[in-house]
């Protein structure tokens, strides 16, 4: 069906205009008739009618008047790719397409409009490829009468009367993408063109119904059924749908709200949960205590990220936006320490890109460096003795977190640097430090950057230098 598809999305600019006297006989005396016909490309736009299309569109509304007997038989021609049936059907869709244009914009009487389909038998181009069977696709609106009818070869085009009834979806607004569409077909039509938003394709009629499912655009969406039988009779009918997406659903799994944590060795804690969204999630965040962190979602909208647990009691809570711009944030989640070292300093290093490796660094006043390779004091000799990285991660957005307590006096520099990514890919970096924060009173909290690092640029970046217990952030 690919060519089939893209038979109603290609413009082909075809029109032609022709008046041509025509003598006809019959029982009567000879009379003098004008017979008028205009050539549309299957995608045409009343919108943008041309002059000659005018001219013709004007003369036939005068003439309609004059004449209650004549009609405007508007006739859709196929191509020769594919089967006669389908062709057939694709005839139908072609002209009723037009035809809409006609009475809903061009205001003409729908009773003074007749639909045929030709379908594949009267092909301006005999055969080849679909790109040189352009000519072939077309629309033929002629003004006529029983008797120019006849002259012309043309069939006697047929009304609209048979009865098309869509069930499912009912018009409105749903916040599903996929949808159920089921039908009624009346009368003996063995297929049927499903049309939405402008896109067809042609679907079995089994038992007189149509239950097929169908994708739908975000917004507002037509959708269209159009059945047909072999004496050319059809039927349409057609319901607007619009879709608007639900904002994200965000359940924190683990840790529960009220848990109690014991910090004697560690303060790291793994937050994990569910992020359900019916769009693709632009991003998603983690707030601790307020400090918003980046963090990855899976295909199947999971997430486990480590958090460094710094006070008494701390919320968590999750937030996550999706490429249409709507949120949804989490319930938030209390969870409390006990037998929590006091922390003088408390660093937290994230970034924006996924796949990109920065790594924290802290010197101390005596030359100590606490990094990924001397996390602590038990894990590397040249590590500050009285901190530690409490996280490292390798591959997300972060947080690298170092923390200490008990610090020597001195000056602490902190640095960020650009490790490593797949990609080589810039990312920018943002710093925050928290001075004594389980001491209200003394609590202080500094936030430095962005600052992007590239890979084949500046590499490193010096954030600030510290004086400690002063807290006097000396170089910024």
Request: hydrophobic letters at 35%; a negative charge.
């Amino acid at each position: 069906m690919s060519a089939r598809t893209a038979k109603y999305s290609l413009l082909i600019l075809l029109v032609s205009l022709l008046i041509i006297p025509v003598i006809t006989k019959g029982s009567r005396a000879v009379a003098r008739e004008y017979e008028l016909f205009l050539t549309l490309g299957v995608d045409w736009d009343a919108a943008g009618t041309t002059a000659r299309e005018k001219t013709f569109f004007e003369k036939v509304r005068q003439l309609l008047q004059k004449d209650p007997s004549l009609s405007l038989a508007v006739a859709g021609h196929t191509d020769t790719l594919g089967s006669e049936e389908e062709n057939q059907a694709i005839g139908f869709y072609y002209a009723s397409r037009i035809a809409d244009q006609l009475v809903h914009t061009l205001k003409f009487p729908y009773d003074r409009i007749e639909i045929t389909s030709q379908g594949e038998s009267e092909p301006l181009v005999a055969t080849g490829s679909f790109d040189t069977q352009d000519e072939n696709r077309r629309v033929v609106i002629r003004l006529a009468t029983p008797a120019a009818a006849s002259v012309t070869g043309q069939p006697a085009a047929r009304k609209q009367d048979k009865k098309i009834l869509i069930l499912e979806p009912a018009p409105g607004t749903v916040d599903r993408a996929y949808q159920r569409v089921r039908a009624i077909v009346e009368g003996g039509s063995r297929t049927a063109l499903l049309t939405v938003n402008g896109i067809s394709s042609l679907i079995t009629v089994q038992d007189s119904r149509i239950n097929t499912e169908v994708v739908l655009e975000r917004g507002d969406n037509r959708i269209e059924v159009m059945a047909w039988d072999e004496s050319g009779s059809f039927g349409r009918d057609s319901v607007d749908v619009t879709y608007v997406s639900p904002p994200p659903e965000i359940e924190i799994h683990q840790p529960e709200d009220g848990d109690l944590f014991d910090t004697t060795h560690s303060p790291v804690v793994q937050v994990s949960g569910q992020v359900t969204s019916q769009t693709p999630l632009a991003e998603t965040f983690l707030f601790l205590n307020g400090a918003p962190t980046r963090i990855e979602v899976d295909e199947e909208g999971r997430f486990s990220q480590p958090v460094v647990l710094i006070r008494k009691t701390n919320r968590i809570k999750v937030e996550a936006l999706d490429i249409y711009g709507k949120t949804d944030t989490s319930e938030d989640i209390t969870v409390s320490t006990f037998n929590m070292a006091p922390k003088d300093i408390v660093v937290y290093l994230t970034w924006d890109q996924p796949g990109v490796d920065l790594d924290l660094h802290i010197w101390g006043p005596e030359g100590d460096h606490t990094y990924h390779a001397a996390l602590d004091p038990i894990e590397g000799g040249e590590a500050i003795p009285q901190g530690a990285l409490d996280l490292d991660d390798k591959n997300g957005f972060g947080p690298e977190v170092f923390s200490m307590a008990g610090e020597t006096k001195g000056i602490y520099t902190i640095e960020a640097r650009y490790h490593h990514s797949q990609e080589g890919i810039s990312s920018r970096a943002q710093v925050t430090v928290v001075l004594y924060p389980t001491e209200p009173a003394r609590r202080m909290i500094r936030i430095f950057g962005p600052e992007e690092l590239d890979p084949k640029g500046a590499r490193e970046w010096i954030v600030t230098r510290i004086d400690l217990p002063e807290g006097i952030f000396a170089v910024q």
